[in-house]
């Protein structure tokens, strides 16, 4: 199960790392299959297990034709 739901669309998505920088890109061939592995980032609302809705800044994996995957919150950036 899943510990968030995205809510709506990620903003300012950018390119952290691709290529040979990125470290686990022989993980995600295993798991998901070969494609251009690029470590993403972005903000967006999620609603948390327990039901809050937070502003915060995701981390993320995709490649062309798998889309993304494994997203991982990274820090809030809301005032709560």
């Known amino acids: 199960m899943a510990r968030f739901e995205i809510l709506g669309r990620i903003d300012a998505a950018t390119r952290i790392a691709a290529g040979p920088s990125l470290k686990v890109r022989k993980v995600l061939r295993t798991h998901y ?3 251009r592995w690029r470590k993403m980032k972005g903000f967006a609302t999620v609603r948390l297990a327990n039901s809050r809705v937070r502003r915060v800044e995701l981390h993320w994996y995709e490649a062309h034709g798998i889309g993304p995957r494994d ?3 990274k820090r809030y950036v809301d005032d709560q």
Do not use: L, T, V
Request: glycine letters at 34%.
């Open 33 to 35: 299959g070969p494609g």
């Open 71 to 73: 997203f991982k919150i």
